[in-house]
C-alpha cells in the first residue's frame, strides 16, 4: 500500500500547531494555514490549538481517510519533542510514517523574535521548505537490531555495586570492572553514613561480597576499559586487567604472604587510609575488601626493583618468603604482565565516581604545610575502628587529641578560582565528622560555613541535634589559617582568622586540628573516559546526561548510561537511587531484545562507486567497509548514524541518505528561496 | 546611653546607588557576592574597621550610600588586594573601595584629616600642574595637612636628609606642562560626557 502511495500525485495536508500561546503569540497561525492553502499539492491546511494532543492525533488520522492524503506536515516544535508523536499517528492513518516532515516553529521562530509580522513570514517561509520537501519523501522501514544481553558495569563503587547486583538479580549478566584491587570505592572508606549515623561498612560490605560472589556477575577488579567499539545492543569492549602478580584463581585469601613478607613492619603509603597507615609491598587494602585476594606493588617490591640502566635487578635481599610462605598453593607470580580481554556487551553503565579536591591547591588553609590540618577523608579513616589508629582520634604526633577542632566547609567549592558549584555532600558529612569528633574527644567543635545546605530527608534534623550537642556553627567564609599566634592562648595553636559573618566581626579562633571539607570533582582522567565512550561532559567536567530532568541517567549514546557521581556530586541515597534507575534503563532495554534505528542511514550506489575509499577515513562510526572483490565501498547500516560525512565527501555523488536525498534538500532550500 | 534608631526605612537607601557603582568597568561582579565573609576574614585592616569590607559590599549593594560613603573602612583599605585575590566570586573589592573613595571625595564626605583622601588629592593636584611627583614635596604637603605637629617632630630627620642630598622641597616639572594639560582636559571632558 505505501509503495502505491509512493507513485500517486503528493496530496498533502498541512497543520500549524498554536502550542497554546507559545507559537500564535508570537504567530498568525491563520495567516500560515491560508498561505499554505494556496501551494501546489496542499489538498488542506488546518491551524490548531495543540497538535500533540490525542484531539490534534486524532485530527491528521481523520484527515488522512477523508482527504486521500499521502503526505502530512506539521509546523510546530522541535522535532526532538514530538517528531516521534506526529509519525505514530500519520502511521495510525496508514501511511508510512515517513511521509511526514515536521517544521520548529516554536524553537526556531516564535521563541527567538520578537516582530509579530516578521515571525509569521518566517513560518510561512518554513512551512513553504517542507511542503517542497515533503512531495519528495519516499516510504522507508526502521530496521531493528538484536541486543546483547549482558551489561558492562564500569566502576565498582556504591554506584556500580548496586547497578550491577540490581541487573544480576534480573537473571542477566554483568561485568563489572573495578580498577583499584578491590570494589568498594570512597564509601568503603568513611566510618558512618549521615543522617543515620550507621556504620558504612556494615551496610556496604555485605553487598561488596555478594557482587563478588553474585552468579550473573562476573568482577574484574584491578582492570580497565582501553577500547569500546560498536554501538547499543552490540558493544565490544577491550579490558586491560593489570598485573597484582597474583594468580587470581590460586589466591584462596589466607594472607599468609603479607606477614612472611621480608619488610618485617609495614613501611610504605597505605592508599586506603589515605596515607595515614603503612603497608607492605604485598598487601590487602583492607579486612573487607572483594575480591578476598592480595596484590603486590611493583613499586615498592624488592623483587622488581629496577637497577640505573632500567633493567629489572632482583635485589639479593628478596629472599621471597612471600613465595614460601603461598607453598603449593603457588598464586605468587611474578612474571605476570598486563592482559587484554575482548568482551561483547549490549549496554554500558558508566559509574567512575569522583575524586576528592585537592587541598594543596588551596594554599591559605595550610594543608601539606600544617601538620595538624587534615581533610575529611583523613578523617573517616582516624576515627575508623579499623582505621590506622584503631578509631583513636589523635594529631599527627601520634599522642595528644585535639582539645578544640575547626571543619571549614567548602574547601575548592563555590569558588571560582577553583571549582565553581556546590559539592553537595560536605555540609553533611562536616557535621557527621562534627559529631563523631566530639563522640571521640569531647572537643570544642566549629564550623565554618557559607550556607548549611540540608536538603535531605532528616538532614535538617540532623542539623538541630549538631546543634543541640553544643558544637558551633560560624557562618562566614575562613580567610586563613596560621599558626602565628597574637595572643598568649594561641600560642602553639592553629588560629582560624574569619568573620563570623552573623555577628557582623572578625574572629580569630585557636584550634588544635583544622579539618578540611574538600569538595568533590571529577575523576582526573574523566576526559579519557568520556572519549572512551563517547560521551559528552557538562562545563565542570562531569558527565552530561541525556535530559537532566527527563533523562538522568542516558547519555547521548545510546545504549550508555551514568550513575553516581561521576554525573554531579551527590550523596548515597541519590547515588543508589540513580543507580537502580541505571539498572532499570538497562533492563528496560535488554529485556525489549531488539533496537529500532532510524532508516535515515546512508548507502552506496554501486554502479557509481568509483572505489575512491575517501568516504572510508571520515565516518566516525567506521560503519564504512571496502569490499575487495567488487572494489567498491560499502556501509554497514547498523552502525551508520545518519551524520551525512560520507554524503558530502563523496567525490563521485555515489552516496545516498535516506531522508536526506538531493531532491529532498534541494526542494526545501527552494521552499525558502521562493518564498519573498 | 544614648538610644538611637537604628532600623533602616526604605527612604534612608539613596535608590540606584548600588547599580551605578555595578555599572562602573571593574565592579559589576558585586552583583555575585554571596556575602561568605572571606574579604574581611583575609582583610589585614579588617582589625580596625567599623564595617567589615564584607558589610560594605552589602551596604552598597543595597543602596546605603550616606553609611558607605562615612564608613572608616574605605579609607583604612590599604589596597593590598588580598580579597581580590582570595574572594570565591572573583569581586574586585579593592577597585569597589577605590571606586566608594572616589565618590566620597567628590561628596566631599570624606575624613578631613584623613591622610588617604588628602594624600589622593596632592597627588592628582601635582601631577596635573606639573606632570610630575616630587616625593619630598608630596610628604611636606600631606603632613601639614592632616598632622602638623608630628611634621614638626619630623623636621630635624629632613634637615639631614637634606644636607645629603636625600630630600628635597623642589617642584620637577616635565616639559610640555600645556600639553598635559590638554590631554587632561580632554579626559576630563570625556568623562563628564561619560
Known sequence: ?676 | MEIKRTIKYQADRVRGFGREVMSVPGCEKLKDCIQCGTCSGVCPLSIYMDFTPRQVMALTREDFKNEVLASHTIWLCASCYACTVECPREIRITDIMYELKQRAIHEGVYPKRFPIPVLAQEFTTMVRQHGRVSEGLLVTKLYLKTNPIAALGMAKLGMGLMKTGRFSLKQENIKQRADLARIVATVDNESVKA
Open chain 1, 1 to 676: 500500500m505505501a509503495m502505491e502511495k509512493q507513485n500517486q500525485e503528493p496530496r498533502i495536508g498541512f497543520y500549524v500547531c498554536h502550542c497554546g500561546t507559545n507559537i500564535a503569540g508570537m504567530v498568525d497561525c491563520a495567516e500560515v494555514a491560508h498561505h499554505v492553502g494556496t501551494l501546489p499539492n496542499v489538498v488542506m491546511s488546518k491551524d490548531y490549538k495543540y497538535m500533540c494532543s490525542d484531539p490534534g492525533q486524532e485530527l491528521i488520522q481523520k484527515d488522512i481517510a477523508a482527504h486521500g492524503l499521502n503526505r502530512v506536515v506539521v509546523a510546530s516544535c522541535s522535532p526532538l519533542l514530538h517528531e516521534h508523536t506526529f509519525r505514530g499517528a500519520v502511521e495510525k492513518g496508514g501511511l508510512n510514517p515517513f511521509f511526514f516532515h515536521m517544521v520548529n516553529i516554536r524553537e526556531h521562530d516564535s521563541w527567538v523574535h520578537t516582530d509579530r509580522q516578521e515571525a509569521t513570514e518566517k513560518a510561512k517561509a518554513l512551512a513553504q521548505a517542507a511542503i517542497g520537501r515533503v512531495a519528495h519523501h519516499k516510504a522507508l522501514e526502521t530496521k531493528r537490531v538484536d541486543i546483547n544481553p549482558t551489561t558492562l558495569v564500569v566502576g565498582a563503587g556504591i554506584a556500580g555495586i548496586h547497578t550491577a547486583m540490581t541487573i544480576a538479580n534480573a537473571g542477566k549478566q554483568v561485568v563489572l570492572v573495578e580498577r583499584e584491587p578491590t570494589i568498594g570505592g570512597h564509601m568503603a572508606k568513611f566510618d558512618k553514613t549521615f543522617p543515620t549515623l550507621d556504620c558504612a561498612a556494615c551496610i556496604l560490605t555485605p553487598k561488596m561480597s555478594a557482587a563478588g560472589a553474585h552468579e550473573n556477575i562476573r568482577l574484574l577488579s584491578y582492570s580497565e576499559v582501553t577500547k569500546v567499539d560498536g554501538f547499543v545492543g552490540n558493544y565490544k569492549v577491550t579490558i586491560k586487567r593489570k598485573p597484582r602478580y597474583i594468580d587470581e584463581e590460586a589466591c584462596i585469601g589466607c594472607q599468609d604472604c603479607i606477614p612472611a613478607c621480608v619488610f618485617k613492619t609495614p613501611k610504605f603509603a597505605d592508599e586506603f587510609n589515605e596515607g595515614l597507615g603503612k603497608r607492605r609491598p604485598v598487601y590487602i587494602p583492607f579486612p573487607q575488601a572483594t575480591p578476598q585476594i592480595v596484590a603486590i606493588d611493583p613499586n615498592v617490591c624488592l623483587n622488581f626493583k629496577k637497577g640505573e640502566n632500567g633493567d629489572r635487578v632482583v635485589s639479593d635481599k628478596c629472599k621471597k618468603t612471600c613465595v614460601e610462605a603461598c607453598g603449593d598453593k603457588d598464586a605468587i607470580d611474578f612474571t605476570q604482565t598486563e592482559r587484554f580481554e575482548e568482551i561483547e556487551v549490549g549496554a554500558i553503565v558508566v559509574a567512575t565516581g569522583f575524586q576528592t579536591y585537592d587541598a594543596t591547591r588551596s594554599p591559605s588553609y595550610g594543608y601539606g604545610r600544617y601538620d595538624n590540618v587534615y581533610t575529611a577523608l583523613e578523617i573517616e579513616r582516624l576515627v575508623n575502628a579499623s582505621g590506622p589508629t584503631g578509631g583513636h582520634v589523635v594529631m599527627r604526633d601520634g599522642k595528644s587529641e585535639p582539645k578544640s577542632v575547626g571543619i571549614i566547609h567548602c574547601v575548592g567549592s563555590r569558588d571560582k578560582k577553583t571549582n565553581a558549584w556546590c559539592s553537595r555532600v560536605c555540609c553533611m558529612y562536616s557535621m557527621k565528622l562534627a559529631h563523631l569528633l566530639k563522640e571521640h574527644t569531647n572537643a570544642e567543635i566549629y564550623n565554618f560555613y557559607i550556607d548549611v545546605r540540608t536538603p535531605g530527608k532528616g538532614y535538617e534534623e540532623f542539623y538541630g541535634k549538631l546543634l543541640e550537642e553544643g558544637v558551633h556553627f560560624i557562618r562566614g567564609r575562613v580567610g586563613e589559617v596560621t599558626d602565628w599566634a597574637m595572643t598568649p592562648e594561641e600560642e602553639g595553636k592553629l588560629v582560624i582568622r574569619v568573620e563570623d559573618t552573623l555577628a557582623g566581626m572578625v574572629r580569630r579562633i585557636p584550634v588544635d586540628m583544622v579539618v578540611l571539607a574538600t569538595g568533590l570533582e571529577p575523576q582526573k582522567d574523566a576526559q579519557d573516559v568520556r572519549r572512551l565512550f563517547n560521551m559528552s561532559c557538562g562545563s565542570e567536567g562531569f558527565f552530561l546526561e541525556r535530559h537532566p530532568k527527563l533523562a538522568p541517567v542516558n547519555t547521548f549514546s545510546d545504549g550508555i548510561y551514568i550513575a553516581g557521581a561521576c554525573q554531579g556530586p551527590k550523596d548515597i541515597p541519590d547515588t543508589v537511587a540513580q543507580a537502580g534507575a541505571a539498572a532499570a534503563e538497562v533492563l528496560a532495554l535488554i529485556d525489549k531484545g531488539y533496537v529500532e534505528q532510524e532508516p535515515n542511514t546512508a548507502f552506496i550506489l554501486e554502479d557509481e562507486c568509483s572505489g575512491c575509499k575517501s568516504c572510508i577515513p571520515l565516518c566516525p562510526y567506521t560503519a564504512i567497509l571496502f569490499d575487495e572483490k567488487t572494489d567498491k565501498a560499502w556501509i554497514n547500516e547498523a552502525l551508520c548514524k545518519g551524520c551525512g560525512t560520507c554524503v558530502g565527501s563523496c567525490p563521485s555523488g555515489s552516496i545516498v541518505q535516506n531522508l536526506f536525498e538531493d531532491q529532498e534538500i534541494f526542494s526545501e532550500i527552494e521552499g525558502v528561496l521562493a518564498y519573498d
